[in-house]
């Protein structure tokens, strides 16, 4: 049997770990709409076009990154990540891991280009894959990332080609004008 005062000594060991724990899941607060305001100022609203939010929170504590995911219609999918730009920015090293699962998986990139949306001076990187193929349809990975101020804003978009290339695009083009609009303005 466990003595009193060594189950209390522990939980009181655990108390500074609880507050840490709880403190990483405190990057969202909830707004009366139902969107969730994150510390950056991105809100992450319960829809985006097609898109209904799943879920935010911690995407990689280590990194200070924190998500908001999306689906849409027919297995649409939409990933935002959000973490404080610690220097410079280099998209490429960033999704370094991902591309290696893409082309470990046989994905085969299809284009790498840096675009600007909405007339924005905002210069965004994207590299696309496409996945797999299914009668008249090409599944494909979007990865887009650009610094805003002083956030790394990143997109990831799963979706079919050529039946979601709106919905795909417009999720791109309001996610980045948000940012732009919201992100270091609190």
Request: charged share 25%; glycine share 8%.
């Amino acid at each position: 049997m466990i003595p009193a005062r060594a189950l209390l000594t522990f939980f009181v060991a655990l108390i500074p770990y609880a507050a840490l724990a709880q403190s990483g899941s405190d990057t969202f607060t909830n707004r009366d709409d139902g969107a969730k305001v994150h510390v950056s100022g991105f809100v992450c609203p319960q829809r985006i076009g097609e898109f209904e939010r799943d879920a935010v929170g911690e995407y990689d504590p280590e990194h200070n990154q924190d998500f908001c995911a999306y689906a849409a219609r027919d297995g649409v999918y939409g990933t935002i990540t959000l973490s404080p730009l610690n220097g410079g920015y280099d998209p490429k090293a960033a999704f370094a891991e991902d591309f290696a699962q893409q082309d470990a998986t046989g994905g085969k990139r299809i284009s790498e280009i840096t675009v600007r949306l909405n007339g924005s001076p905002l210069a965004i990187y994207t590299r696309t894959y496409r996945t797999s193929r299914a009668e008249a349809l090409e599944y494909r990975t979007l990865f887009a990332g650009a610094a805003v101020r002083n956030w790394v804003v990143q997109v990831t978009v799963e979706y079919a080609d050529p039946r979601d290339t709106q919905t795909e695009a417009e999720f791109l083009r309001t996610v980045y004008a948000a940012a732009e609009r919201q992100i270091g303005k609190s």
